[in-house]
């Protein structure tokens, strides 16, 4: 508490200047949660210095009961993270639990949860230990978030050891959540294998795994390129009488797009072609960035087509990638009608991507077409407009 009977003298001016934006004087309502969230996510992603990121999350008043609130929170932690400022999270997360409408297992496994978001897992620990001292009961739900904490800092032996020892310490019973995390652990870790004596203690505990069981077990193996275990983990399922669904095959997907398969990731859409399956927009988006990136964009394009002519809706990540890898191999033209599609729904490539369509666009004699472009992207992007008119000035005549 010393830090902040410190803090706030120098910072109170600052904090009403950031509640009279969250919380306006002037009108005669307090703006709705939904607006004050959305303004302190604003101001948080623009500031630098740590202090005023505290200060704009305690102006803003936040909660983890909405998804917002807790978006804000997880940026504010990372940017703390980021300049290594690992005592004002720990101050800041403290000072919150001491809030009454906060004293809750929700906002302590959220702390937990931010505490490993922020590589600080033996404060994440610290705040599991002191829950009865806040009178908060631990119970499933907390000892989830300390796994997941584990997770998020990469400290994957402390995972074994909570789930070795925590339960029977601490009287609580894992549910299919708790198994389903450690099983990530030890897939993420580069350990899956391990995975087979947690699913062994699963059915001596009579929690039944589901896809998202066997679906981090097959990323694992897929990463660590041990195919014969994808095998065993399919014989799994159908022992279970579980028969992969589009999420098992959009694992699978991925997992071989990462390896630079796409064809044989192609062959497993053509499976669920043929069990008259529904591929759907992740199915696609997996496949586009993988022969993108293996530099075959003609499959690329074809795979937006067909995409597109199955009623499955491109994400705007999936033009990115194509306007991207089109301008690194030079088909610029290729790239702008793909860019102009993607612009017509309201999505606009970032300006890295822009600037190489542009000069690509200038390279093959296209100078109209970079023109107009540019000033789409002015009308769009007024802040930057300055930095676009420059780049419009050098253009050839």
């Known amino acids: 508490m010393a830090f902040f009977s410190r803090l706030r003298p120098i910072s109170f001016h600052r904090c009403r200047f950031f509640s009279s934006i969250l919380s306006p004087e002037s009108s005669s309502n307090p703006l709705p949660y939904r607006e004050k969230a959305r303004a302190a996510l604003s101001l948080v992603k623009s500031e630098k210095d740590p202090q005023r990121i505290l200060e704009i999350c305690r102006g803003a008043a936040l909660t983890p009961e909405f998804n917002l609130d807790r978006i804000v929170f997880s940026v504010a932690i990372s940017k703390l993270a980021d300049s290594k400022d690992f005592d004002s999270i720990r101050h800041f997360l403290d000072e919150l639990k001491s809030r009454p409408d906060l004293q809750t297992e929700r906002f302590v496994s959220h702390a937990i949860v931010l505490f490993g978001q922020a590589g600080m897992i033996n404060d994440a620990f610290r705040t599991f230990e002191e829950m009865h001292q806040l009178g908060v009961d631990r119970t499933v739900r907390s000892l989830n978030a300390l796994i997941f904490s584990c997770i998020l800092s990469k400290n994957y032996k402390e995972v074994n050891r909570i789930f070795l020892e925590f339960p029977k310490k601490y009287g609580i019973e894992m549910n299919l959540d708790s198994y389903n995390t450690v099983l990530k652990a030890f897939s993420q870790s580069g350990s899956s294998s391990s995975g087979y004596s947690i699913l062994a ?7 039944k795994p589901n896809a998202t069981s066997f679906g981090i077990l097959l990323a694992g193996f897929y990463n660590e390129e041990k195919y014969e275990d994808v095998g065993k983990v399919l014989k799994m399922m159908e022992e279970y009488k579980m028969q992969p669904g589009i999420s098992t095959y959009n694992i699978r997907i991925k997992s071989l797009c990462k390896l630079k398969k796409s064809s044989e990731a192609k062959l497993l859409l053509n499976s669920i072609l043929a069990r008259r399956m529904k591929p759907n927009s992740e199915t696609y988006s997996h496949l586009i960035h993988g022969f993108s990136k293996e530099g075959n964009l003609e499959e690329a394009k074809k795979l937006l087509k067909e995409m597109v002519d199955r009623g499955c809706k491109p994400s705007s990540d999936c033009y990115f990638a194509l306007v991207y890898f089109l301008c690194q191999g030079g088909d610029f033209e290729s790239a702008l009608q793909i860019c102009k599609e993607s612009m017509e729904k309201g999505w606009f490539p970032n300006f890295s991507t822009m600037t190489s369509l542009v000069n690509g ?32 000035a050098r253009l050839p005549r």
């Open 201 to 207: 203690e699963m059915d001596r505990k009579g929690v």
């Open 361 to 392: 666009l200038v390279s093959i004699s296209k100078v109209e077409e970079a023109r107009e472009l540019i000033g789409k992207i002015k009308v769009k992007f007024s802040k930057n407009a300055g930095s676009w008119k420059e780049i419009e």
